[in-house]
RNA sequence: GGAGAGGUGGCAGAGUGGUCGAACGCGCCAGACUCGAAAUCUGGUUUAGCCGCAAGGUUAACGAGGGUUCGAAUCCCUCCCUCUCCGCCA
């Protein structure tokens, strides 16, 4: 969310953002209504004075003077009562609008509509030279370790199971990731995998509705998690940390649920794009100051999970229209895969980090006393430390040998407990 | 799942219709005393919105939402959460 008041006096430069970011919001219209909840809030604020002045007199009025007091507050109320009808509804119209809003954008954020603006910053490491390279599927099929089939059979389309040696690698690098984390000061945390609608609606996504990637409970207030993001944001909704404790680091462990609505054909080939996968969040509170050094600091994690785990990748600077609601700027590492690229390979997202400033702090309502002694509010960051699924693919496309086995990224050994599969 | 108790300021805890944005205490901040500290004393100490250059004014919030009333922390309804006991269970 954006603060009213900044909107207010930025227009332009916050409708050019909008414009930007390939979102259709109408800030003249915007601020129409922002006029008429401000002239209604006074109107109902002065009425509730008159109100409240009518019932001290009260507390000393005479017997004579009673009846007429009452009748005075009788005649408050009713037009209180219109007054606060007429309010709640342009506030709700003018709230509905107001989370609409994306966020700001870095200045250094590539302007563009669609993916093909995003800019490629760097390309580390190198894609290995096989003369018969098998996709993840292919890798699977002969050691065993996926079964589509059945993951059909039980939870339908998109949904797998992980066999043998691949199920143990898939928890060796959850355990990989959380242990580099935690030397780098972040807090272990297994969180909730579901969370209720107003957390989810704070950290910036839509629970319900047409356009929903969320499963919802039906006939509570519970949703599947998408993103252990969701959890850390609401872990501290409402509260005022101290500056002492910020930045606040946490690695949260979760599964991660996508409806994945409308998505077909190559992109969701094999477990690149599935309903359910396991993920290792980083998710950070600190203050507005420090944000941006956070966020390279959260890059610079991603990339060294992914060294660590031999895959090649290219570091990819988002540009605006691809920034979805909340991030003000985002990097994204794509791995290589062969399955992409019609078999001969190609770049496959697989972690993300979101720089939010106070877009997710604003609606949880999370601040920070700074040593002023003043309420500011936090910024948030996250990022993927560590997302299931895709990370299996990169290990084991870029780690295959020509023969079609794989060796264990020596990272991961330790964690697994062998150095080969097949 | 059954029975009961309860949710009030940073903590603890009073308050059962108007004198309550809220006692007393603890904590915290500032000052006095002191060479300094402790103790003691004095004052201050929730958050957010709106109006205002400011001083200041005003509205709202006592778990959440609704209702009764001229007036609600206080009465009524619904929901959420916590605790105790019983049952069940990984």
Same mark, same amino acid.
């Given at each position: 969310?954006?603060?009213?008041?900044?909107?207010?006096?930025?227009?332009?430069?916050?409708?050019?953002?909008?414009?930007?970011?390939?979102?259709?919001?109408?800030?003249?219209?915007?601020?129409?209504?922002?006029?008429?909840?401000?002239?209604?809030?006074?109107?109902?604020?002065?009425?509730?004075?008159?109100?409240?002045?009518?019932?001290?007199?009260?507390?000393?009025?005479?017997?004579?003077?009673?009846?007429?007091?009452?009748?005075?507050?009788?005649?408050?109320?009713?037009?209180? =009562?219109?007054?606060?009808?007429?309010?709640?509804?342009?506030?709700?119209?003018?709230?509905?609008?107001?989370?609409?809003?994306?966020?700001?954008?870095?200045?250094?954020?590539?302007?563009?509509?669609?993916?093909?603006?995003?800019?490629?910053?760097?390309?580390?490491?190198?894609?290995?030279?096989?003369?018969?390279?098998?996709?993840?599927?292919?890798?699977?099929?002969?050691?065993?370790?996926?079964?589509? #089939?059945?993951?059909?059979?039980? =939870?339908?389309?998109?949904?797998?199971?992980?066999?043998?040696?691949?199920?143990?690698?898939?928890?060796?690098?959850?355990?990989?990731?959380?242990?580099?984390?935690?030397?780098?000061?972040?807090?272990?945390?297994?969180?909730?995998?579901?969370?209720?609608?107003?957390?989810?609606?704070?950290?910036?996504?839509?629970?319900?509705?047409?356009?929903?990637?969320?499963?919802?409970?039906?006939?509570?207030?519970?949703?599947?998690?998408?993103?252990?993001?969701?959890?850390?944001?609401?872990?501290?909704?409402?509260?005022?940390?101290?500056?002492?404790?910020?930045?606040?680091?946490?690695?949260?462990?979760?599964?991660?649920?996508?409806?994945?609505?409308?998505?077909?054909?190559?992109?969701?080939?094999?477990?690149?794009?599935?309903?359910?996968?396991?993920?290792?969040?980083?998710?950070?509170?600190?203050?507005?100051?420090?944000? #941006?050094?956070?966020?390279?600091?959260?890059?610079?994690?991603?990339?060294?999970?992914?060294?660590?785990?031999?895959?090649?990748?290219?570091?990819?600077?988002?540009?605006?229209?691809?920034?979805?609601?909340?991030?003000?700027?985002?990097?994204?590492?794509?791995?290589?895969?062969?399955?992409?690229? #019609?078999?001969?390979?190609?770049?496959?997202?697989?972690?993300?980090?979101?720089?939010?400033?106070?877009?997710?702090?604003?609606?949880?309502?999370?601040?920070?006393?700074?040593?002023?002694?003043?309420?500011?509010?936090?910024?948030?960051?996250?990022?993927?430390?560590?997302?299931?699924?895709?990370?299996?693919?990169?290990?084991?496309?870029?780690?295959?040998?020509?023969?079609?086995?794989?060796?264990?990224?020596?990272?991961?050994?330790?964690?697994?407990?062998?150095?080969?599969?097949?």
């Amino acid at each position: 969310m954006l603060d009213p008041k900044y909107i207010r006096e930025h227009a332009t430069e916050v409708q050019t953002n909008c414009d930007h970011r390939n979102v259709k919001i109408d800030v003249s219209a915007w601020l129409k209504a922002d006029e008429r909840r401000l002239a209604l809030l006074q109107t109902v604020e002065s009425l509730r004075a008159k109100r409240n002045e009518v019932a001290d007199k009260m507390k000393s009025a005479s017997a004579e003077d009673r009846p007429g007091l009452i009748e005075q507050g009788k005649s408050l109320k009713d037009a209180l =009562a219109a007054g606060e009808a007429a309010f709640g509804e342009v506030d709700a119209d003018w709230k509905r609008q107001l989370l609409a809003f994306p966020n700001l954008t870095h200045p250094a954020s590539p302007i563009g509509m669609t993916d093909d603006d995003n800019k490629e910053l760097r390309i580390v490491g190198e894609v290995k030279k096989l003369e018969h390279p098998l996709d993840h599927i292919a890798l699977g099929q002969k050691h065993d370790l996926i079964d589509l #089939e059945r993951g059909a059979k039980v =939870a339908g389309a998109k949904f797998y199971f992980l066999k043998g040696k691949l199920a143990l690698l898939e928890q060796a690098m959850i355990q990989f990731a959380l242990s580099y984390l935690a030397k780098e000061g972040f807090t272990a945390m297994s969180t909730p995998d579901l969370a209720k609608d107003d957390v989810l609606v704070g950290t910036g996504f839509q629970p319900r509705g047409p356009e929903t990637q969320i499963y919802s409970i039906e006939n509570s207030d519970l949703s599947l998690i998408g993103t252990a993001e969701i959890t850390l944001g609401g872990y501290h909704k409402d509260e005022i940390l101290p500056a002492s404790a910020v930045p606040l680091k946490y690695a949260g462990v979760s599964h991660c649920y996508r409806t994945e609505a409308g998505t077909y054909g190559k992109e969701s080939y094999g477990l690149y794009r599935v309903h359910q996968f396991s993920k290792v969040e980083m998710f950070v509170y600190c203050t507005p100051e420090q944000s #941006e050094a956070v966020h390279l600091e959260l890059l610079r994690h991603e990339e060294n999970i992914f060294k660590a785990l031999e895959i090649p990748f290219r570091v990819i600077d988002i540009c605006s229209g691809d920034l979805g609601g909340p991030a003000y700027r985002k990097y994204d590492l794509e791995a290589w895969m062969w399955g992409r690229g #019609e078999g001969k390979g190609g770049w496959g997202e697989v972690t993300s980090t979101s720089n939010c400033t106070d877009f997710q702090a604003r609606r949880l309502n999370v601040r920070i006393k700074n040593d002023n002694g003043d309420n500011v509010y936090a910024h948030t960051l996250n990022g993927t430390a560590i997302s299931l699924a895709r990370a299996i693919i990169a290990v084991l496309e870029n780690n295959q040998n020509e023969d079609g086995s794989i060796t264990i990224p020596k990272a991961l050994v330790p964690f697994c407990g062998f150095e080969k599969i097949g």
